[in-house]
């Protein structure tokens, strides 16, 4: 059974920053590419980030720049720096184990809301 501890979201002012972390067990966490998504009401859930088993990181256009992702294959967890925030970056955001669309486990997600 795959387990996620995901953690981090809170509430930030514009222009701040936050850090996500995914804990997983139950997967040979180093074979999987991991990523974040995110989603609002009312939309489809977005691929944030993702980072392969070579470390190759893949961002969406909207994360460029600002966000950073990485993992720590010793802890089997998956992070999100996320800086520079901005009001339509709050979502909830979900750890995924998989690489985008093609993902095999979800976390339960974490809110994310930027706001002054």
């Known amino acids: 059974q795959v387990q996620f501890v995901e953690s981090g979201g809170g509430l930030v002012q514009p222009g701040g920053s936050l850090r996500l972390s995914c804990s997983t067990s139950?997967?040979?966490?180093?074979?999987?590419?991991m990523g974040w998504h995110r989603q609002v009401p009312g939309k489809e859930r977005e691929l944030v980030a993702e980072i392969n088993s070579y470390n190759r990181a893949n961002y969406a256009d909207s994360a460029k720049g600002r966000f950073t992702i990485s993992r720590d294959n010793t802890k089997n967890t998956v992070t999100l720096q996320m800086n520079s925030l901005k009001p339509e970056d709050t979502a909830v955001y979900y750890c995924?184990?998989?690489?985008?669309?093609?993902?095999?486990?979800w976390g339960k997600g974490v809110l994310v809301a930027v706001s002054s």
């Open positions: 995924a184990v998989g690489g985008d669309p093609l993902i095999n486990y």
């Open positions: 139950g997967i040979i966490f180093n074979l999987y590419t």
